[in-house]
């Protein structure tokens, strides 16, 4: 492999861990350069996101009681994302942040292609919007977006047919 044109790509959860592994590349809490080969650089050089759940987690159930596109139970103590961090999201606010990718995103993130469709009804496609927005606000390199009115399904199974995408 060659550890200067390294990319990741992962829908939903594995849209969330690539993100992760795109804005915290060196950063010693997340890379322990002892486990491996810690003469390689791990940084991804570009980030695939479908679908994933990169805006603040706290944030998903008000997105869906908004929208109405999907169950808003992603607060409930037995949720993914409560199972995930250790105690329900609403309890544990400040570790909520922390798995936000926006919190570590930075100058030198690489290129995000981020993918989400317009009526997800898994994951709020607010998700992907709240990380587009902040990397509109912030000097970052290009990332792009491609959000359609499908399900999130239907969007990677019609990539062929995605037309032109908006980079920024």
């Given amino acids: 492999m060659d550890a200067e044109r390294f990319s990741g790509w992962g829908p939903s959860s594995g849209g969330w861990l690539m993100s992760m592994a795109g804005v915290t590349k060196e950063n010693p809490a997340f890379e322990d350069l002892s486990m491996g080969n810690g003469q390689v650089s791990s940084a991804l050089q570009a980030v695939v996101d479908w679908c994933g759940p990169c805006g603040d987690f706290l944030n998903m159930d008000t997105a ?13 103590a ?18 909520s942040r922390m798995a936000c990718p926006c919190t570590y995103a930075s100058a030198d993130t690489p290129p995000f292609l981020i993918v989400h469709g317009g009526v997800d009804q898994v994951m709020p496609v607010s998700q992907s919007g709240s990380i587009v927005s902040f990397m509109k606000r912030h000097p970052m390199p290009r990332i792009g977006s491609t959000l359609r009115r499908t399900s999130c399904v239907t969007g ?13």
């Fill in 156 to 168: 990677i199974l019609g990539i062929m047919n995605l037309g032109s995408s908006t980079w920024v």
């Fill in 78 to 95: 037995d949720s993914p994302e409560s199972r995930f961090l250790g105690a329900r999201t609403t309890h544990i606010s400040e570790l």
């Fill in 64 to 76: 869906f009681l908004a929208s109405h596109a999907g169950a808003a139970d992603h607060n409930a």
